[in-house]
């Protein structure tokens, strides 16, 4: 990795690194042995190329990464490969106090889940809207900080929302009790007036959870 201009303007780097997509693609570039060609990002993230190439261009623009042109096959134009700059104190994600801010009330909650999801309930009231039970679900977990996306479901009436990137994914790992808790509450607080049920499935794979909706 290079080194980081001191010049980087600040508000720029917190405001690429806001989107979580782009913290996944700069953890992966940190920790990459070689340059990364956009297919390759696409192919470990599960994003889309035309994605991932938008999400480049943020952090490019920030001062983040560095692209490099290298020969592709054939008699193409050269193909892009990307860096990470050495990452800077000011590279701090721009909701790094929201998050502290959670761990202290998760540290605060004594109730257990039962008051934990009580919590969450109100919070997905708020969220619910009017549409379907599915529509729901994934409006909410993206407005949350989620990637969702749709995967078959375990059984013919069952639909299965993955739900990508949790913004508390390390504090969901300490404390289950509290914040997956509070996310099946939020789950159950969208659904309530439409009967619907979902259930929360935390940690099927190391950064993904998913949702089972059963339609009534």
């Known amino acids: 990795m290079t080194e980081m201009p001191r010049d980087v303007d600040a508000q720029r780097v917190h405001h690429a690194l806001a989107a979580p997509s782009r913290r996944r693609l700069m953890t992966l570039l940190r920790e990459a042995d070689d340059l990364l060609g956009v297919e390759d990002m696409a192919a470990a993230t599960g994003l889309s190329v035309a994605t991932v190439r ?20 054939g008699r193409g134009r050269p193909r892009l490969r990307y860096a990470a700059i050495r990452s800077d104190p000011r590279e701090e994600p721009a909701d790094t106090p929201f998050r502290e801010l959670a ?22 009231r708020r969220l619910a809207g009017s549409g379907p039970a599915a529509e729901r679900v994934f409006a909410a977990a993206a ?62 794979g190391p950064d993904l959870c998913a949702a089972d909706l059963r339609t009534a």
């Open 54 to 73: 938008h999400h480049l261009a943020a952090l490019a623009e920030a001062g983040l990464i560095t692209a490099t042109a290298s020969a592709g096959p």
């Open 103 to 124: 761990r202290a009330l998760a540290e605060a909650v004594g109730g257990g889940p039962g008051a934990s999801r009580e919590a969450g309930l109100g919070w997905g």
């Open 143 to 204: 407005r949350m900080g989620f990637a969702p996306r749709d995967a078959p479901g375990p059984h013919p009436d069952t639909r299965r929302v993955l739900l990508h990137e949790c913004p508390y994914r390390d504090l969901a790992r300490a404390r289950p009790e509290v914040v997956c808790a509070v996310h099946q509450g939020v789950l159950d607080g969208l659904l309530e007036d439409c009967g619907s049920t979902v259930r929360l499935l935390p940690f099927i």
